[in-house]
Each structure stands twice: as structure tokens, then as C-alpha cells.
């Protein structure tokens, strides 16, 4: 099809309109808005949350979703509403911060033995091999382990096994620029090392490590809730979506909506996250 | 067909990485808070006690001993006894192991027939109202985490309306593929996701391939070109693909016999972790760990059965 | 000129493809005859529409973009027919062979599966019937123990050699008509010739037409008998072989016809059209040529010059046509 595919890339809009059209991307405008109000919500929970979420109250435990309690209350009478927005701050605070440090080592890493190779970069292939024998949730799980269960813990677990992954796809990407001619041209003119590195080849190889961090957020908050579901991330009574669902688990026969509601904001953001991501993919993808 | 040269290749190169995958589970499980001696004979011990079974487990001997005999023991099927069955690790593994094979291969089959189709629905589609409606569904699904598409489930259909049973896993196996229904589904559901969007744009990057337009140039009926020449390229990818997430499936079969109270090797793994069974945890973690590269070993197998321009090299 | 009935014609065919929401007209208006055993060249840049105006033929381009315009098979309409009854004529009546060697086979089928499956499709013969017809086949595009290269893979063959597969594919039914993509253009220079070679000798043996997509007018001076220069998407000028090169009308039959190296001195350096092709998302209001052309007045920036017949079988679409030397007749 070479009259068909030369078309397309002549077809390839400037930058300008690429952006227009990722904005006119139902999608995209959909996962923007719901990350928009999802860091509202976890920057002033109590802004927006009706009650206070650790408020008890014994006269009014497991009540169905109403008007006083939309999402109802719990077997200690704590409203699930305020709960669930309370809970934003932490799964928010997940999405970044189990993921922010894996992404720093990652391209760090990745970008050194991807110029360098050599030894170190063939120790680094061992490594992603042996990490990526592992199930993730399963190495995680031990680490978790090892360091005891909680949310600090918790992150220094993802980051871990994660930074692997970031690792794996700069070094990846840094090879390919290497054989561009700029990066050649920076040798050739005698840059130091670290200029070429992170002046040169960095700045255009991370685009697919962006892409890949918003996939990731998304997969941070499943990931983060499921460990506090397990016992294994957050510890109650403090308010997070897995903790909540686990809490409610227990009466999910009388009180469905307990387990039912943290679970519809962990979707809800989920989605915002790779909507956001495939937009973002469109966007920056070299070609059209 | 692979040849015996290509396979033999192939276990060399797992060679390293496995000594670097015991070295991982070795450092993860020294690093264990607490003591093992206390561990494995209680707080009241004594100290006399305590001595015999470190020097029985070797605990006394400098780190590189302790790897070797780590190593050894486990070269030998000596994965130790687990302290909260007080049985050996192989045997409680091995006991647990089935459960679990069953339903990774349950939720592979179902992932497949519900990815499969709708793959083929969407691609054939592009861009109209099934492929918009497919696509919209399965990413919220990828958006749900296992645990809560399982606790749905559980809620629903095992408790509310009594359609499957709410725990234990049958002893025939046609009462297995029943009890194990639900659980597979929910690993099923995360799975198909990822397998239908990768599926959907293999097909459509195969449907525009030069070799398929040559296909239809020729005149070839439409079934044959989807059949024969879309189909078997595409399976190719979705194979590497399932190979490659089995890590992903493992992890979700994971929560997933938590969620169902399914005796597998997942469930026991958190039993080990908050019973800090140290000697379990580190069999456990070996096992997905040869389980996963089996499965990477055989994924190379079947694609280099499938493309021939895999063979010669 | 043949004096038949033309067994295939092209009434004002227009193929537009959509690209997040821009409207590509990649063919525009093409309309052109081909004669019982006739070999029309069809030339231009890349870009310029050619190989869309193959696959539009073919219905090829209907799932990807809107086609409209007559396309007359023997008479009998195919632009409209459903895919079912298409199918019946494609591989059977018009064959086509594609540019690229190397992406057209599929790496994970047997040349012989894939030279069988045609003939299954369109002939009533046995499995051992087609075995040996396939043999034959290969035979005949000179690819040497044909017999034991049926089991052998794409990937085992050079790109000449599966082009001379892709070819064999082609022509196991018998076609009367090929349709043939830039079949040289992917393969080394030497090899280039013999392609050539082959399908014009197999055409002139099987009496079959061809139209021969290209963008070296020096392969049309050698191979075909009319011409058609496409442009843009359009047609731009078209006529025998003989009087377009002679006297061309076109200034970019010019352009082209200066690119084809021929009695120049060594070391002169090759010309080739100043500037590159419109994109057709942006194409310009009047001529789409008049931004490279060295003849253009104000007239054709703001109108578009129609294909004018000139005389029987010839025309060109151009205000300001290259003059005529005295005495010669168009």
C-alpha cells in the first residue's frame, strides 16, 4: 500500500492542530476532567466531604445509601461518602508517589547503560530478566513482607520492582536514538558525557517512558489498592479505597454498598489515568 | 518444529538468570525480620534449643555457605519445612499446585474466548459503533482492579442469586470447572482486556499488511483470508502477548484465590507472608518464578513452531 | 492502438481517502482504455495516484476511502459489484503483482500454499492437478528446481525471486489483464531488467494486457505501447508512447522525460523537477503543477486546466502546452 501509507504521512498535521485534535478527543476531555476533579478531591477532602469520615456514630450503623448518607454508612456509623472523598488524598498520593522514584532510577539508569553499555549493561539484562521472572505483585508482596506492611513500605516495594520496567524502556529508547545523527554529532563536536546524555538523548527519549508513567499511575492505584485490600498497603482505620472495600467485605451480603462504592472511585480513576495516557500516546507520538 | 539445539540454547540462557533469581529470593528471605530459630520453635525455646537449629539450618555459616547450601538444597528438592504446616515446603506446594495450574489455564481459555471474537468484531469494525462500544467496555475493565471485579462477582452471582457456589473448588472436574467458574471469570475479565486491545490492532495492522491486500487481489473467498492469512498472524502476537502478561495473570490469580477462598498457591503465599513462614514464602517465590519461565520457554516453542523465519535462527 | 473493443475501461474514477476528518482526493477523474493485449504505462512521482488507481480498479481501495466512477470490465461494470462477485474476477481476469517483494508473501505460509490457494479459488483442479501447475508456474518465471521450492518459505527466497513467485501467483490463473505495481522498483538494478523482461514476454505470450505503473518514463519508452502521466491525482497528459515522448505536451512530461539519463555526456549532473508534489490535503486552486512549472501565467494559479483532447488517443490538461516544432503533427 505505499500510494495509501504515503498519504497518511503526508496527511501527518502540524504540531499545533495535533493538539487541537487530542483536545476534540472525547476521551482524552473525559480523562482530563476526571483527573482534574480527582486532585481536587484529594487536595481538600474536607472541602467537599458532607461529614467528618471518623466521625461514630452507634445510632446510625450500616445504613443504605439516603440522602443524609449517599453512599450510606458503615458498621461503625462513619458516612462512606466522606470516606471514600477522604480516601482520595491516599490514592492520589499513590499514583504519584509509588511511581515519581521508580520513574527517576528507571530513566537515570536506563539513559547510563543505554550510552554506556558494556558490562554494566549486560549485568542489567540479567537483571531485568530475572525481575521480570517474577510475577510484580508477588515479588512486591515479599518485599512488602520483609519490610512490614504499610503504605511507606509499600511504596519502597513498587519502586523496588518498578524502576525495572522504566529502566528497560529508556535503555531501549536511548539505543535507538544513539543511531540518530545528532547524537553522533554531539560526540563528533567533543560534549562531555552528560551533555550529550541528558541534553541531547534524554529530552527526546522520554516521550514513550511519559506514556508509559500515566499507564502506571493507573496500574499504581489498582495495585496500591489491592495491597490495602490484601492488609498489606494501607492499615485501617485510615480511609483508602482498598481498605474500605476490605472493611466492607464482611457485610457485603447486608451492606453491599460499602465494598461497592470505594470500588466505583478506584474505576472512576483508573479510567481517568489511561484515558489521559492514550490521549497523551496520540499526542506525542512521533507520527500521526 | 523447534529444534533440540534451539531449546538447549535457550535453558543455557536461563542459566544465568536463575542464579540471579536465587540470589534475589535468597537476600529477600535473609532480610525477613525476626529471628528463624524463634520462628520455627517459638518464643519459649531455649537457647540451647535455638543454637541446635541454626546450626542445623546452617544459620551460623558465613552468607556465601548459606547461598551454597541454598542452592544445593534446592537442586536436591529440599525446599525445607514450612513452619505453619510443619510439613515439608515441596509437599504443601505441590499439594496447593494443582488448584492453581487449573485455574491459570481455566482463565487463559476463558480470556481467549471472550477476547478472541470481540477482537475480531472490533477490528473488522474499525472506527464504527462495535468497535467504539467494545473498546469503551474493556477499558473500564482494565481500569477495575481482580479483587473487586471478584467481589462483584462473589456478591452477586454466588451469594445473591445462588447461580455458582460461594467457596471451595469440587472434587470431579466438571464440579471443579463449576466451582472454579467465577474465580477464572474474574481473572478472565482483566485479562481478555489487555489480550482484546492488543488483538484488535494486530488484526488491524495484519488486515493492511501488503501480503493480505495480495490475498485479496488474488480473489481469495473472505474466509480464507481471515482464516488463513489474518488469523495465524495474529495468533502469533496474541501468544507472545499471553506469554509475556503471565506474570500479570499469576498476580491476579494471586488475589483472586484470596478473594474466593480458592486453596492455591496464591492463597498460601499470603498465609506464608503473615505467618512469616519463611521457608514457604521462599519456596513459593521459587515456584512462580520456574512457573513464569516455563511458560516463557514454551511461548518461544509454540511462536518458533508457528513462523518459520523463527527457525533457522 | 488496438482496434478492438478495449477489455477494461476507466470512466472518471475519483478515489478519496479521509484522514482525521481531511478529505484526500488521491484520484481524481482518471479515465483510460486498455486494449486486448495492450501495455499501458502508467507514470508519475510518488504520491501522484497511480498505485490507488491499481487498487481502486481492483476494489482494493473500498475499505480504506470512497471510490466512484465507471470501472468496465468486458463491458460489465465492477466498480459497484459486490465483493462476492468481484472476487470471481480478481486473481481470474485482472491479476496484480505488487511493489514489494519482500512484504507481499506471507512469511508464515509455503509459496506452494500460497500459489495453490489461487488456483483452488479460480480453477476446477484436483490437488495433484494444482501441484503440478504450480511447478509449472515457477518454471516458467525461471526460478530454478521448482519442484522442491514449493515447501520453502518466502524468507528463503531473494527479493527477485519472490517477485517471480508473486508473479507466478499472478499469472497461475491465466489472467488477461495485470496489474502491475512498480514490480522493479524494490529490486537491485540488474535484477530490475530481467522483471521487466519477464512479464513483457509472458504478456505478449499469453496475449494479456497490462498497465505498468512506474516512475522511469525511460521503462515506458521501452515496454509500452500508450502512456498516461499522472499528476496530483489527476491524469495530466496521455497519448501513444511514441508522440508523447516525441512531442510532449505536459511540461512535467518534460521534467520527467529530462530525469531519464540518455545521450548525456558522463559526469552531467541528472536533472529532476524543481520543488516537490502538493499535499493533497492542500492542494492548490488552480493547476496543481503551476508552483514547480516553468511555463505558468497567472491563468493557471487560479483555474485548473482540463484534459483537452488533441487529437485521436491523445490529450493534456495545460494552458500553456509546450510548443510544437514546426512540421511535425501531433
Known amino acids: 500500500m505505499t500510494d495509501i501509507t504515503a498519504i497518511s504521512a503526508e496527511a501527518t498535521p502540524p504540531q499545533k492542530t495535533k493538539l487541537q485534535l487530542a483536545l476534540r478527543k472525547p476521551g482524552f476531555l473525559i480523562g482530563t476532567f476526571i483527573i482534574g476533579v480527582s486532585s481536587l478531591l484529594a487536595l481538600m477532602p474536607g472541602v467537599f466531604a458532607p461529614l467528618d469520615p471518623n466521625f461514630i456514630d452507634y445510632n446510625a450503623v450500616k445504613q443504605p445509601p439516603s440522602w443524609a448518607h449517599p453512599f450510606g454508612t458503615d458498621m461503625l456509623g462513619r458516612d462512606s461518602l466522606s470516606r471514600v472523598i477522604h480516601a482520595y488524598s491516599v490514592n492520589m498520593q499513590m499514583a504519584i508517589l509509588a511511581t515519581i522514584f521508580a520513574l527517576i532510577i528507571g530513566v537515570v539508569v536506563g539513559a547510563l547503560v543505554g550510552f554506556y553499555r558494556g558490562i554494566a549493561d549486560m549485568i542489567f539484562g540479567r537483571l531485568v530478566d530475572a525481575i521480570i521472572t517474577f510475577p510484580f505483585l508477588v515479588l512486591v508482596i515479599a518485599v512488602v513482607a520483609v519490610l512490614g506492611p504499610g503504605l511507606v513500605n509499600m511504596y519502597i516495594a513498587i519502586t523496588l520492582v518498578g524502576w525495572v520496567y522504566y529502566a528497560r ?20 563536536m567533543g560534549y562531555s558525557d552528560s551533555r550529550i546524555i541528558f541534553r541531547h538523548l534524554l529530552p527526546n527519549a522520554i516521550t514513550p517512558v511519559i506514556v508509559y508513567w500515566m ?6 492505584i489498582l495495585l496500591g489498592s489491592s495491597l490495602g485490600y490484601l492488609g498489606l498497603g494501607a492499615q485501617p482505620p485510615q480511609a483508602e479505597w482498598g481498605v474500605l472495600i476490605a472493611e466492607g467485605r464482611n457485610f457485603i451480603t447486608t451492606a453491599w454498598w460499602l465494598s461497592l462504592m470505594p470500588g466505583i472511585a478506584i ?15 496520540d499526542l506525542l507520538r512521533p507520527r500521526g | 518444529m523447534a529444534s533440540i539445539q534451539y531449546i538447549l540454547k535457550r535453558l543455557a540462557l536461563m542459566v544465568p538468570t536463575f542464579i540471579l533469581v536465587m540470589i534475589i529470593i535468597f537476600l529477600l528471605v535473609r532480610f525477613l525480620p525476626g529471628d528463624p530459630a524463634v520462628a520455627i520453635a517459638g518464643d519459649r525455646a531455649s537457647d540451647a534449643d535455638l543454637e541446635a537449629i541454626r546450626e542445623r539450618l546452617g544459620l551460623n555459616e558465613p552468607m556465601l555457605v548459606q547461598f551454597w547450601l541454598f542452592v544445593t538444597n534446592t537442586l536436591q528438592g529440599d525446599l525445607g519445612r514450612s513452619i505453619l504446616m510443619r510439613t515439608p515446603v515441596t509437599d504443601v506446594i505441590f499439594e496447593r499446585l494443582p488448584t492453581t495450574a487449573f485455574l491459570t489455564v481455566y482463565a487463559v481459555v476463558l480470556s481467549l474466548l471472550i477476547a478472541g471474537p470481540l477482537a475480531f ?4 469494525n474499525r472506527g464504527k459503533w462495535p468497535d467504539a462500544v467494545i473498546r469503551t467496555v474493556f477499558q473500564v475493565g482494565l481500569s477495575m482492579p481482580v479483587f473487586y471485579i471478584g467481589l462483584i462477582l462473589l456478591t452477586f452471582l454466588a451469594a445473591r442469586l445462588h447461580w455458582f457456589p460461594v467457596g471451595g473448588y469440587g472434587d470431579t472436574f466438571g464440579a471443579r470447572l463449576y466451582h472454579l467458574f467465577l474465580p477464572s471469570v474474574t481473572v478472565a475479565l482483566y485479562t481478555s482486556a489487555i489480550i482484546m486491545r492488543n488483538l484488535r490492532s494486530a488484526i488491524i495492522e495484519v488486515l493492511d499488511a501488503e501480503y493480505v491486500q495480495f490475498a485479496r487481489a488474488k480473489g481469495l473467498p473472505n474466509r480464507l483470508i481471515l482464516g488463513r492469512h489474518v488469523l495465524r498472524n495474529a495468533l502469533i502476537s496474541t501468544v507472545t502477548l499471553l506469554g509475556l502478561s503471565i506474570g500479570g495473570l499469576m498476580s491476579g490469580t494471586l488475589v483472586t484465590e484470596t478473594v474466593f477462598a480458592v486453596p492455591g498457591v496464591g492463597r498460601l503465599m499470603l498465609e506464608a507472608i503473615f505467618a512469616r513462614d519463611y521457608p514457604l514464602i521462599q519456596g513459593l517465590t521459587l515456584t512462580f518464578a520456574v512457573l513464569v519461565s516455563v511458560v516463557f520457554l514454551l511461548t518461544d516453542l509454540f511462536q518458533s513452531s508457528l513462523d518459520p523465519r523463527m527457525r533457522l535462527s | 492502438m488496438t482496434n478492438d473493443m478495449p477489455i477494461l475501461e476507466v470512466r472518471d474514477l475519483c478515489t478519496t481517502f479521509s484522514r482525521g476528518g481531511v478529505a484526500l482526493p488521491a484520484v481524481r477523474d482518471v479515465s483510460f482504455n486498455v486494449g486486448k493485449g495492450e501495455v499501458l504505462g502508467l507514470v508519475g512521482e510518488s504520491g501522484s495516484g497511480k498505485s490507488v488507481t491499481l487498487r481502486s480498479i481492483l476494489g482494493l481501495s473500498r475499505r480504506y476511502g470512497d471510490v466512484t466512477g465507471d470501472v468496465r470490465w468486458m463491458g460489465q461494470d465492477i466498480s459497484r459489484m459486490p465483493e ?9 481476469d485482472i491479476a496484480m503483482i505488487f511493489q514489494e517483494p519482500m512484504t507481499s508473501l506471507n512469511p508464515l505460509l509455503t509459496v506452494g500454499m500460497q500459489l495453490t490457494e489461487t488456483l483452488k479459488a479460480h480453477t476446477d483442479l484436483g490437488r495433484a492437478a494444482r501441484r503440478d501447475r504450480a511447478i509449472e508456474m515457477l518454471d516458467h518465471v525461471g526460478i530454478p528446481s521448482a ?29 488477461k489483464l495485470l496489474l502491475a505495481d512498480e514490480p522493479t522498483t524494490a529490486l537491485d538494478v540488474t535484477i530490475q531488467a530481467q522483471i521487466l523482461d519477464l512479464i513483457l514476454s509472458l504478456a505478449d505470450e499469453l496475449h494479456m494486457g497490462v498497465i505498468l505503473v512506474t516512475h522511469d518514463l525511460g521503462v515506458v519508452a521501452q515496454t509500452c505501447e500508450n502512456v498516461a502521466v499522472m499528476y496530483a ?5 496521455q497519448g501513444s508512447v511514441r508522440q508523447v515522448l516525441r512531442t510532449p505536451r505536459h511540461p512535467y512530461t518534460v521534467g520527467l522525460m529530462r530525469s531519464v539519463p540518455q545521450d548525456v555526456p558522463p559526469r552531467t549532473q541528472l536533472y529532476s523537477v524543481p520543488g516537490t508534489p502538493p499535499s493533497l490535503e492542500a492542494l492548490p486552486a488552480g493547476c496543481a503543477f503551476a508552483p514547480r512549472c516553468q511555463n505558468q501565467t497567472e491563468a493557471c494559479l487560479s483555474a485548473r486546466p482540463t484534459l483537452e483532447t488533441i487529437s485521436e488517443g491523445r490529450a493534456a490538461a495545460c494552458f500553456n502546452p509546450m510548443a510544437i516544432a514546426q512540421g511535425e503533427v501531433a
Do not use: C, W
Not at chain 1, 524502556?169 to 563528533?188: C, F, H, K, P, T
Not at chain 3, 491525482?233 to 497528459?237: D, L, M, T
Open chain 1, 169 to 188: 524502556l529508556m535503555r531501549a529508547e536511548v539505543i535507538a536514538q544513539m543511531g540518530n545523527d545528532y547524537a553522533s554529532a554531539g560526540v563528533v
Open chain 3, 147 to 175: 519442484a522442491s521450492r514449493l515447501e520453502e518459505y518466502p524468507h528463503q527466497f531473494s527479493g527477485g525471486m519472490r517477485q517471480r513467485v508473486m508473479i507466478a501467483i499472478a499469472l497461475a490463473a491465466n489472467p
Open chain 2, 121 to 124: 468484531v472490533a477490528a473488522l
Open chain 1, 215 to 220: 499507564t502506571d499511575m493507573a496500574l499504581a
Open chain 3, 233 to 237: 491525482g489527476r491524469i495530466v497528459e
Open chain 3, 84 to 92: 462476492r462477485k468481484l472476487r470471481q474476477i480478481r486473481g481470474r
Open chain 1, 267 to 281: 474505576v472512576l480513576t483508573g479510567l481517568g489515568f489511561s484515558l489521559v495516557g492514550d490521549g497523551l500516546a
